[in-house]
């Protein structure tokens, strides 16, 4: 046999605890037990053994199976190899009682084939046909022992069969075989669906915790794609969310190499899913009514597009591309595994895109809409050190509404508010993208104006101040700006803000509604700002 016919795992049935298994068996071997006590008294004819030989045999047996289990309790380490040695047993037990109770005639010879299917089922395939095997080997032993006069056996009786003794034993074992090769092949079915749906959980597993350690809607994205695609054996796979403007990618696999930072707009079957709330599957995508899909997914087909919901509110769209490979269809298994995974991404999503606002909420002025002063505290030392690695100036800006209380006095505090957001909108165009434009206080506004020495950022001041008075605010509105560049005018942060303060100071000074340049620079910045060398 080379070895235990119980291998080191026990197939698809590892989700079942070895203890539940030894139980199950426990009980079979007692009914076994009882039969064979209950036979010499049912029918004594057929029966070899006496009542106290059959007593004597069944006590062995039971004491074995208990000490078998005692040993189990004590030694859970050794739980296979018990297992597997008790099989061998019962091997050697159920040839010795069908022998002794009629042979292939015998009430007791159905057990063997039960037996078969019972450790089929709680074992492996595997160990069953190990098990038809040994029960085999046993069966013809016992009928050449019988055969040469070492045991004695009655070859006659109920359910005996026709021919010679020989035939009758091999009968019996191509029975028991069919038998066994039967459920080994559903049992086989069985373990591998177990297996994979053991897989899959696994997988889940494995991404529950990945998601646990990311942070951000695109690494979330990224987790659930590359896990799917891994999983699955997936080709092409994207997630997308943001519904503001076009569709955001927030993880892909298997795209090509153009852009996969938006899915742009008119893509009808991430539309549909969102408002529907329900899985489709696509044979092929209209590129017509997809066109930003399309290009991301060229000539897909096969698709399953699954919703990503977080308190029934859409939060993504799942794309995955089946194989072409394995056909138009897709396995309810996988499908419903599919769900599984994007549901559980789902809120990992919901968190990462909170964290986002709660951010934002954090480094922008809830009035403007602009930096607000935390942001610009942490953006201007970031600034003034990269600053000072690369030898580049750096300008600061700043920005104070004249009269601006005399407004809010006359038209109130909501006419003031919606100045304050008026101005902020008419600042930000004025600025680049690598400006940083933050309400300072009250209705003061500073920009950080990077790689900017003095005179280019006279321009920028005295655009924004052009932008203040062409607003479209309740009453005109002029500002004061005063300019300060590093490290012309500061050697850190402190001095850079105390010097463009100062600068702003001397414009109210000199009258308001104009720009400062720190260190006394009173040339003409409207001049500056007209000149051909400054756009």
Known sequence: MGGSPVSAHMGGNDMVPVADRLRYLEAFRFGCVLLLLALPLLAPGLAVVSLRDAATAAGAYGAVS????????????????????????????????????????????????????????????????????????????????????????????????????????????????????????????????????????????????????????????????????????????????????????LGHRGLGPRSTRTAGRGNALIDTVRNEKRTLLVKRLDEVANRGLALLLPD????????????????????????????????????????????????????????????????????????????????????????????????????????????????????????????????????RNIDTLARYGGEEFAVILPASPSSAAAVTGERLRRAAAEAPTVVPITASVGIATFPDHASGVGDLLRAADTALYESKQRGRDQVTIFGGHDRSVAAIADSPDHP
């Not at 289990?69 to 018990?82: A, K, V, Y």
């Not at 897989?199 to 350690?213: G, S, T, V, W, Y």
């Not at 606002?357 to 930096?371: E, I, N, P, Q, Y």
Request: aromatic share 8%; net charge positive; hydrophobic share 50%.
């Open 66 to 249: 208990v000490l078998a289990s005692l040993g189990w309790r004590i030694r859970r380490g050794r739980g296979l190899l018990l297992f597997g040695g008790m099989l061998l047993v019962d091997g050697v037990f159920l040839a010795w009682a069908v022998q002794a109770t009629g042979g292939s005639g015998s009430l007791l010879r159905s057990l063997v084939p039960l037996h078969l299917v019972v450790v089929t089922l709680l074992a492996s395939y595997r160990t069953g046909l190990k098990m038809a095997m040994w029960h085999s080997m046993l069966l013809l032993a016992v009928f050449y022992a019988a055969d040469g006069g070492v045991m004695k056996s009655v070859e006659e009786g109920y359910g005996a069969l026709p021919g010679t003794g020989f035939e009758r034993v091999a009968a019996f074992i191509g029975a028991f075989w069919l038998v066994t090769l039967c459920t080994a092949v559903f049992s086989a079915v069985n373990e591998r669906e177990l297996r994979r749906r053991r897989i899959d959980l696994e997988a889940l597993a494995e991404m529950a915790n990945e998601l646990e350690k990311v942070n951000g809607p695109t690494r979330v994205g990224q987790v659930l794609v590359d896990k799917l695609c891994e999983t699955f054996g997936f080709k092409r796979a994207l997630l997308v969310g943001g519904w503001a403007e076009a569709p955001v990618v």
């Open 300 to 431: 897909a087909e096969n698709l399953v597009v699954v919703p990503l919901l977080a308190e029934g509110r859409p939060i993504g769209v799942l794309v995955v591309e089946q194989p072409a490979e394995r056909g138009s269809r897709i396995e309810q298994r996988v499908l419903a595994m599919v769900e599984q995974f994007a549901a559980h991404a789902a809120l990992a999503l919901a968190n990462a895109w909170l964290l986002v606002r709660l951010k934002r909420m954090a480094d922008v002025d809830g009035l403007t809409g602009v930096a607000n002063r935390r942001s610009f505290d942490l953006t201007l030392a970031r600034a003034v050190d990269r600053a000072t690695q690369q030898g580049e100036p750096l300008s600061l800006v700043m920005v104070d509404i004249d009269h601006f209380k005399r407004l809010n006095d006359s038209y109130g505090h909501q006419s003031g508010d919606k100045a304050l957001r008026a101005l902020a909108t008419s600042f930000s165009a004025v600025c």
